[in-house]
């Protein structure tokens, strides 16, 4: 057996050797396209060992959430993308042997103590503390596949999984540099052996399994070509000059319906039009990517094409129902699909009404970030999602941060916080920004240096700003 991520291997042996000792376990993973996967890897794995499970989604694991899991009481609690931003509160529990923690993770380690290092415990497989960024090289998903394949024994092969922890990774947006990196390399590679992925460069535009031609185009806002993004009628002008059928049977046809020669026609041309009206190199270059689809997925359907799939997944977990994208990740079709579709609608429609308002409203200027706030106007649990697609839209600045305010309930709102890879380059980390702004007027907070959240008192929001804003200024000056 080979190890996908060899730097992880001897702690990812330990925590697979303290799963696979339990005679029960309760899994505990975060909601979102990461933490669904995450979940449904570990949820394979224990499985496929014949370890008793049962499953668990938290929004944020606080207290109440470890107190809640330490209730199931089973031997062993396994985290899956959370749990490196609270063992502080998990410690506890562990001690008082609750439960034996094993936590598979991507986040800060972090304490709520100032100035203190983070506490450690014995099964914790975190890509950071073995020189891996947990940002853009693993996710909480591909920490967990790590664990999966270390917890094979006799007649058991759990690369398969390498799909989900693909997808996992492109839900945390790991893939925005052309194509996944490092240790996720790795990953795909092992995927891509045992036939699970594919692997080829293609267009970089979301939505090539399901989505009209013109659509695909018009809607590529990250390209931002002029004439074409956010432009129905000049995606239609640009492709009908195109010596390629648009319709079959009167339907538009999509990206996947071209062949390899007409995919190139249309990247070409889409190539030229964009330096002929200016278009920087690097995003020229940009129209092309590394792109991952499943072998095992149907051609055409959301869930062929990985970014697609976390999409399907942030719209069930985000929303109440990580029960229906658990089924999806797990393999069930039929009547988990149908339902999955159902809420796509609902948060695709969300997510460009959200987008909408903060288009119109536009965004507050503070000395070294920008910020908006929108109460109950957009769920507390897009905020974030909106946040980053906003960085990429018209009157945002892109070489400033963004930090998102939504009302999470009558007490608190949810903070959402998203930079850039060059931010990041410049000394921008927001888990340090979001912990250490929260914990200055009384909430908490953590995540990723490029994307971070917090949580914290209603009326803190002003001097959470002014915190926030002056550690941003000493991070990049
Ligand atoms: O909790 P978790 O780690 O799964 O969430 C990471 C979040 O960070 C996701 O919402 C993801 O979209 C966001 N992210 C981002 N830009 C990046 C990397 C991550 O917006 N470059
Ligand atoms: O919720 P959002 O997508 O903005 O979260 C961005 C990142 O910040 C995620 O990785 C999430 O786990 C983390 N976060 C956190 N503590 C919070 C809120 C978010 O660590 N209170
Ligand atoms: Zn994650």
Known sequence: ???????????????????????SVVLA????ADGLTSGAIAATALERAGIPFETTFEKQLDADAIERIAATDHEVALFTDFGSGQLDEILPHHRAGAFDAVVADHHQPATAEEGAEPPEI???????????????????????????????????????????????AVGDMQDTDGGLLGANEGIVAEGVDAGAIEEVTDISLYGRQTRPLPKLLEYASELRIPGISGDEEGAIRFLSELDIDLKVDGDWRRWVDLSFEE????????????????????????????????????????????SEFSTVLNATARYERADVGLAV???????????????????????????????????????????????????????????GMALGAEGVRRDQPIVAFAQENDEELK???????????????????????????????????VAAGATIPREKRDAFVEEADRIVGDQVD
Not at 29 to 32: A, F, R
Not at 150 to 165: K, Q, S, T
Not at 372 to 377: H, I, P, Y
Not at 431 to 441: F, N
């Open 415 to 449: 903070v959402s916080a998203r930079g850039s890879g060059f931010l990041v380059r410049d000394g921008l980390d927001l888990s340090v920004v979001m912990s250490e702004a929260a914990a200055a007027v009384g909430g908490g907070g953590g995540g990723h240096d």
């Open 29 to 32: 993973s975060h909601i979102d």
């Open 122 to 168: 014995e099964h914790h497989l975190n890509p950071l503390l073995f020189g891996i960024d947990g940002a853009s090289e693993l996710s909480g998903a591909g920490a967990t596949y790590v664990l999966a394949r270390a917890m094979e024994r006799e007649g058991v092969d759990n690369r398969d999984l390498a799909a989900l922890a693909v997808v996992g």
């Open 263 to 306: 995919r190139q026609t249309v990247a070409s041309a889409l190539m030229q039009h964009a330096i002929s009206r200016g278009v920087p190199p690097e995003r020229v270059n940009g129209v092309t990517t590394t792109t991952y689809t499943l072998s095992a997925e149907e051609v055409g359907t959301e869930l062929r094409d990985v």
């Open 329 to 387: 990740c797990l393999g069930y079709r039929g009547e988990a699909l149908e339902e999955a579709r159902t809420l796509l609608r609902t948060h695709r429609r969300n997510l460009s009404e959200g987008l909408e308002w903060v288009k119109t409203e536009g965004v507050e200027q503070a000395d070294n970030l920008q910020w908006f706030d929108a109460g109950t106007r957009i769920r507390e649990t897009i905020v974030g999602i909106i946040a």
């Open 1 to 23: 057996m080979s190890d996908p991520v060899p730097a992880m291997a001897d702690r990812a042996d330990a925590c697979a050797e303290r799963v696979l000792a339990a005679d």
